[in-house]
């Protein structure tokens, strides 16, 4: 058994602090000074229409936002060739397509159709100049973060903030428009967080009408699976093993409740780690439910996957910025969603910021499950006006409804109807979208009308019969633990699930992944097929839409069989044999050293948490002088392997001042035995820097090796007089099968 001794604090990690401490106080003696232009006195300006506006007609300003308030703006850039993407996505979920399952990494992404350096320059320079700070640049250079005060603000984009009482909040927002120049009105796409108008809500809500004392008051991850066919699947090799799939949350969680669940349930060990988005914390507050909600809900039905909480603020520009953490990251194939807004309360231009997003995700493989909303077809939740919740909307994300589910005696599959509750107003979300229109993908049955439909899917959301969950947050639903939660937070987690482990699944099988899953999903609704893979719902309704036999925006196309999902999509693709898989476990050192081997000479924890680059650990070797550290993984290359390529993240920390290369981290691979097959990538403490990712294609130094044993092995080194520290995260040896 390795014993953790002490964490590394290297002599370098004093020295900076020191450093970090005078330069703020070299800083402090130079100040750059601006002379901000007021937009307003300048011609040549292009507008941008505001939320805001519109929604604040009947309210009346109380008085003037106070100038000295710090503002956090989202500023989204527009996106190069957009339609050659749509067109490149069409062709990645076409079987007779050359670029069938082929995905981009988000270097490709960014390259081919993010907005280049010199766009970023010219938006960073304009915000420079108006004398607001450029806080961060996205990966991709679709999001470009800013601050200020109020008063620079309003300089930078000609309005004037006011603050407005609005349902018992004060918020902020324009008086007008805010316009920006003439040159950079085809490059600006959005402006956020110039009003607080908008917050996200989740989807979970209680059981109502019966006090719920212990789990078995609520649906078992047993009965779940029992009633959607996924004891089979998970028998044949479908448990989310290998797979990582991202939660989409806007609030924290108590980590003692989820380990509560996972252990009443038996469903082994955490395999969740946090990823934190602009500045946000994980500590519990009103929606604390729903992040629980979906992990438990996930860990029962996809109980090996790692998953990766991303958390934010509950604004705007937070809600982008999470979106895009998940996409640039792209670390999770699979992603659920439970937070949401009424699209028409949205604003056309945020909806598009959030679509070149989701369209990035699609175009690299990834598989988006949001819930519909629980306000039935009336999401802006006024009971008069059809509505449909954002991002369910959106073309790149699977919409999922909301059903009643009834059991037979002995657990098994009963019955399913449209859920709605006409005392409540509650119902699953769908209906027509008042933005997009509907996808190529989107046909067959009841499918006519011109603009996108929602939902996409159902499971069961109806509280009444709702899931088990445990939670102790300050939400009246878990003031004694055990509690059951339904809407339809819990039936996007469930289909997320799903997804992940027919993923798995078909890569065993050699076969490509779901990736952005609505193509295939809609392929097995409109070709026949060996196995029914959905239960067609034909009853109920969501408050205004009933379901009928096919297509309707009650239910979509239906709730899953999930074993005759995967078995169908194995005969779907013809040619499909062009998936990949990744080969390592634990690739993130989620789950510490597991399926890791590890040597330090100093005696040190290798895994630990000193410098991430998603999630809460990294590999770290070194760090001390004379150092010899090593950790490797060994797996097995499919036999039918057309193509391998290994990617990691490294960031280098160095103490050493001189210009050789003294210190070294050696990427290797090796055979089973320890012999050398090819030395990938060599570096020094000549290259310190942050977080870089490096790629490379070993196919060919691979050739001999198909069907072995090989390893991926990393050894970092140092001088006896030197320091530097090598932390490796997020490493992917992956096989394209011929």
């Known amino acids: 058994m390795r014993k953790s001794l002490r964490r590394k604090m290297s002599p370098f990690l004093a020295r900076l602090m020191g450093c970090a401490v005078l330069l703020a106080t070299l800083t402090s003696m130079f100040i750059y000074h601006s002379n901000p232009v007021s937009a307003a006195s300048q011609t040549g300006r292009h507008t941008l229409p505001s939320r805001a506006i519109t929604t604040l007609k009947r309210y009346k300003s109380t008085q003037e936002t106070s100038k000295q308030k710090q503002l956090q703006l989202s500023i989204s850039l527009n996106l190069r060739n957009r339609a050659g993407l749509d067109a490149l996505i069409a062709a990645q979920n076409d079987p007779k397509s050359p670029s069938y399952h082929h995905y981009l990494t988000p270097q490709q992404f960014t390259a081919e159709f993010g907005p280049t350096p010199a766009t970023v320059e010219s938006v960073v320079s304009y915000l420079k100049g108006q004398g607001l700070t450029v806080t961060s640049v996205a990966t991709n250079n679709m999001l470009v973060n800013a601050a200020g005060s109020v008063a620079t603000v309003e300089k930078a984009f000609g309005v004037t903030l006011n603050d407005y009482q609005v349902n018992g909040r004060v918020v902020y927002a324009p008086a007008s ?48 699976r029992t009633a959607y066919d996924m004891n089979e699947l998970m028998n044949n090799g479908g448990t989310g093993a290998g797979q990582t799939t991202a939660l989409f949350e806007l609030d924290g969680y108590n980590p003692s409740d989820v380990s509560t669940y996972l252990d009443y349930y038996h469903l082994g060990a955490p395999k969740y780690s946090n990823v934190l988005v602009d500045d946000a914390t994980n500590t519990p507050g009103d929606g604390a439910v729903e992040v629980e909600l979906d992990m438990e809900v996930l860990s029962a039905l996809a109980p090996d996957a790692t998953q990766k909480v991303y958390i934010g603020p509950n604004t705007v520009p937070g809600v982008n910025d999470t979106y895009n953490k998940i996409v640039t990251d792209n670390l999770a194939k699979v992603v659920s969603i439970s937070w949401g807004i009424c699209e028409l ?51 790149y994300v699977v919409g999922v409804g909301g059903t009643n589910l009834q059991l037979q005696s002995n657990g098994t599959y009963g019955s399913e109807s449209a ?71 819990a039936a996007a987690p469930l289909w997320a699930a799903l997804a992940t482990d027919v993923n798995e699944y078909l890569s065993k099988q050699g076969k490509p992944g779901l990736g952005g899953a609505s193509a295939s999903l809609y392929a097995l609704y409109n070709t026949p097929q060996t196995y029914s893979a959905y239960h067609d719902i034909t009853s109920g309704n969501n408050l205004y839409y009933q379901a009928t036999s096919g297509y309707d925006n009650a239910s979509g196309i239906g709730t899953p069989d999930a074993w005759n999902i995967a078995r169908d999509l194995l005969t779907l693709a013809p040619g499909g044999d062009h998936g990949s898989t990744q080969l390592l476990q634990n690739p993130g050192f989620d789950n510490g050293s597991q399926s890791w081997t590890e040597h330090a000479s100093g005696a040190y924890e290798i895994v630990d948490t000193t410098q991430a680059h998603a999630g809460d650990t990294s590999a770290d070797l070194c760090g001390y002088a004379t150092c010899n550290d090593s950790i490797g993984q060994t797996v097995t290359l499919p036999a039918n392997t057309a193509k391998v390529v290994l990617s990691y993240w490294v960031y280098v920390s160095s103490q050493a001042t001189g210009r050789n290369c003294t210190d070294a981290l050696t990427t290797r691979l090796r055979t089973s035995n320890g012999t050398t097959i ?28 198909a069907g072995k044993r090989v390893e991926v092995d990393f050894h970092g080194t140092t001088t006896s007089s030197t320091a530097t520290a090598f932390f490796v995260d997020d490493v992917a040896l992956t096989a394209t099968h011929s």
């Not at 967080?193 to 989740?202: A, E, I, Q, S, T």
């Not at 949001?370 to 449909?388: E, M, N």
């Open 345 to 395: 309360n949205s604003g056309d231009a945020e909806l598009t910021t959030l679509d070149n997003i989701f369209a990035q995700g699609a175009a690299q493989g990834q598989a988006f499950f949001s819930a519909s909303g629980d306000s039935g077809a009336y999401d802006c939740r006024d009971g008069s006006t059809l509505a449909v919740d954002s991002p369910s909307d959106d073309p």
């Open 419 to 489: 859920w709605s509750n006409q005392t409540y107003g509650e119902g699953g979300g769908g209906g027509i979208s008042a933005h997009f229109t509907r996808p190529a993908y989107q046909a067959g049955p009841n499918l006519t009308n011109l603009n996108r439909e929602t939902p996409d899917v159902s499971a069961d959301a109806d509280p009444q019969t709702g899931y088990s969950i445990y939670c102790t947050t300050t939400d009246t639903i878990c003031a004694q633990g055990w509690g059951v939660v339904g809407g339809t937070s």
């Open 177 to 224: 428009d805010p316009t920006i120049p003439d040159t950079l009105s085809n490059t600006i796409l959005n402006i956020e967080g110039l009003d607080n108008l908008v917050l996200y809500h989740h989807a979970a809500i209680k059981q109502q009408s019966r006090q719920a004392t212990g789990p078995g008051k609520g649906y078992t991850p047993t009965e779940l």
């Open 678 to 705: 090819t030395t990938s990538q060599k570096l020094c403490n000549t290259q310190a820097s942050g977080w870089n990712q490096y790629t490379f294609d070993v196919t060919q130094a691979l050739a001999r090796y």
